[in-house]
């Protein structure tokens, strides 16, 4: 069954209508003691069903663990949002509710590979000389 | 979607989104008591989505260490 609607369909395809770089989705999924995991890979599946230019790759956790490692997936469901690079954006757990809004906005995001951020936020970060790993927590609601 | 945008700029910058309904042990880990709940390298915790020049004051501090 269908995870959206078509009223949601139609927002989406709207949303996406301007990716023209191309973007896959790495989802991440494991068989066995995983809430979320298979709804995660047909919600990422119905979203990319919306956009020409969006694509998923589905991988196991476990089986393909030397991708997952490449990809520095360390937990699941997750999804790697990859344009003509990596540039390190990752959803842990099913993207609904606020991820969902997250999840497109990325794709938006990674296509155009433009941070959009203010000048003074660009000159800061180019400081940067080692690693830095950003976590944001949400809920669903 | 700051967070976001900043792994966008930076090849050293990576970020994570966790629902933490799904990963409960992570919520108890960062003391996530309110959402969304930002954690800049273990270290900087910030509540509440917050403007960009905010939340890039907090980003100074891992600048400085």
Known sequence: ?141 | MLAHQLAIESDLITADMVEVTEFPHLGQKYEVMGVPRTVIDETIHIEGAVPEPWLMKEFAKVLEK
């Open chain 1, 1 to 141: 069954m269908a995870l959206l609607n078509e009223k949601i369909r139609k927002e989406v395809r709207a949303a996406l209508a301007d990716v023209k770089q191309p973007v896959t989705l790495k989802v991440f999924t494991q068989t066995f003691e995983c809430d979320y995991c298979k709804e995660t890979r047909e919600l990422v599946e119905e979203v990319a069903a919306q956009s020409p230019n969006v694509s998923v790759e589905v991988y196991d956790f476990i089986e393909d663990s030397k991708v997952a490692a490449s990809y520095a997936i360390d937990k699941v469901p997750a999804v790697a949002i990859v344009g003509k690079k990596d540039y390190g954006i990752r959803l842990y757990g099913i993207p609904a509710g606020y991820e969902f809004g997250a999840l497109i906005e990325d794709i938006k995001l990674v296509s155009a590979g433009d941070s959009a951020l203010l000048p003074e936020t660009r000159a800061m970060v180019a400081k940067l000389t080692k690693p830095i790993r950003i976590q944001v927590f949400s809920t669903p609601t």
